[in-house]
């Protein structure tokens, strides 16, 4: 079997569990997305879309719609295979590694700012993160409601993502304020 990037991968599951559904419907997936990890693009989709029907994993129909052709993606049994392959171990080694963490490399050159900017860095990462967690907490609730117990389990992992870090920049600023390096 071929090896598929994390992407394609990404974009199988979404037909699976979101299917059928057009490659326009697949990229607002991205767009509407808590995650600025991937791209929605035109540019990324589209082409990545066409692959994986050339590959077989997902098969497209023309439907119309109106005055409109679309074309309306679907699984496909090969498809339903790679995507529970890449949900079973083995697991590749760099799905264990450190995410990319802006917040993180922020803090890390932090010792550039006075101390007075160094707390109103912790303030503004502070607010950030919790005025995330109401929206998060609703869309938990939502997917409960309607059933989607894996989509809240996912859902559950930001969370506990954001909460984490809240923690971690309470440390931080505790450490900061301790050693007289942050004011605010």
């Not at 700012?113 to 160094?118: G, S």
């Not at 995330?132 to 409960?144: N, T, V």
Request: charged residues 25%; positive net charge; proline residues 5%.
């Amino acid at each position: 079997m071929e090896s598929r990037s994390e992407l394609e991968l990404l974009v199988l599951g979404i037909v699976w569990k979101q299917g059928p559904l057009t490659a326009h419907a697949v990229r607002m997936e991205f767009t509407h997305s808590k995650s600025s990890h991937w791209s929605g693009s035109a540019g990324a989709i589209y082409p990545l879309v066409r692959r994986l029907e050339q590959a077989g994993l997902i098969a497209g129909a023309d439907e119309r719609r109106g005055r409109q052709d679309r074309r309306v993606l679907r699984i496909t049994p090969a498809g339903r295979s790679a995507l529970r392959a890449w949900l079973r171990p083995p697991f590749p080694d760099e799905l264990f590694t450190v995410q990319y963490d802006p917040i993180r490399i922020r803090l890390y050159f932090l010792g550039l700012l006075p101390a007075e900017q160094q707390g109103q860095f912790l303030d503004a990462m502070e607010q950030g993160l919790s005025a995330q967690l109401p929206a998060l907490e609703a869309d938990r609730d939502a997917y409960l409601a309607q059933g989607w117990l894996h989509s809240s389990l996912a859902n559950d992992g930001i969370l506990a993502v954001r909460r984490a870090q809240l923690e971690w920049i309470a440390k931080a600023r505790a450490l900061l304020d301790r050693l007289g390096e942050s004011k605010g």
